[in-house]
């Protein structure tokens, strides 16, 4: 579904993804690591043109989606990102923030967008704020408004970056549920994240990312049994001491 090939991305003179290749099937769970800097939101970032990048390409169904003429806000319209702040419309309804994109950008209907909108919400446990507004409700509780937001446009593709790093600790916990249920309906994503307990048991697969390389891709079970790379185990062991 998303094909890497030969990626490369500079900022000025700094190299920031050398040679990504890799591949993301259909259905499947890829969550990305490694130390601060290595390149995670950069590499996640090209993958909904947030990031242009200087060479190879990526296709996504088959689409290159880097090519000249492309319209990106019709790409990133149809990918759904979720990032470390959440970025819902402050003036808006929950329930609004949810049907803005769809109505607007997609031409649903506004009864269907709100009727798709509070089963998405029930879906992240939040139906009954659809009417509250983003700064009377917790960090967790946006970040599953920020989700649902996303799910709205039907995205095939789920896209996070830390998803989680932001949020108190208590509410970890609600966030990685709600990102839980979506594997288990089959949802193709890509997700940046140090919840390894979460990578752990919902991963199909691990990237391990040093300075802008994938150094190693393995299952989750090898992964954090049985590293390969010498900076993977570091990495590992740097991350048991915390
Ligand atoms: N807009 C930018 N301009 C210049 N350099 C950048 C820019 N964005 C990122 N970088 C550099 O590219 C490298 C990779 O950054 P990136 O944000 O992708 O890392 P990361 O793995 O997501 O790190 P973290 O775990 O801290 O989020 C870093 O050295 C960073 O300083
Ligand atoms: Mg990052």
Redesign the pocket.
């Known amino acids: 579904m998303i094909v890497l090939d030969k990626v490369n991305k500079w900022?000025?003179d700094?190299r920031?993804l050398t040679d990504v290749s890799e591949q993301v099937e259909k259905n499947e769970v890829v969550v990305v690591c490694?130390?601060?800097?290595?390149?995670?939101?950069?590499?996640?970032?090209t993958l909904n043109r947030l990031?242009e990048i200087d060479s190879g390409t990526i296709a996504i169904d088959g689409r290159d989606i880097h090519a000249k003429g492309l319209d990106a806000n019709e790409l990133r319209a149809g990918i759904g990102f979720v990032f470390q702040h959440f970025n819902l419309f402050p003036h808006l309804t929950v329930l609004e923030n949810c049907t803005l994109a769809p109505v607007s950008l997609k031409r649903a209907s506004p009864k269907e967008a709100r009727e798709y909108a509070m089963q998405l919400l029930e879906q992240v446990g939040l139906a009954h704020k659809r009417d509250a507004y983003p700064n009377a409700l917790s960090g967790g509780q946006q970040q599953r408004v920020a989700i649902a937001r996303s799910l709205a446009m039907r995205p095939p593709i789920m896209l996070f970056?830390?998803p989680t790093s932001a949020l108190d600790p208590e509410m970890v916990g609600e966030v990685l549920q709600v990102m839980r249920s979506l594997t288990d309906q089959g949802m193709t994503m890509v997700c940046?994240t140090?919840e390894m307990g979460f990578a752990r048991e919902v991963a199909d697969r691990i990237l391990f990312?040093s300075e802008?390389r994938i150094l190693e891709r393995a299952k989750p079970e090898d992964f954090f049994t049985n590293p390969q790379h010498p900076r993977a185990q570091q990495f590992l062991a740097d991350r048991r001491r915390d």
């Open positions: 900022y000025g700094y920031a490694g130390p601060s800097g290595s390149g995670k939101s950069t590499l996640i970032r990031e970056d830390e940046v140090h990312m802008g």
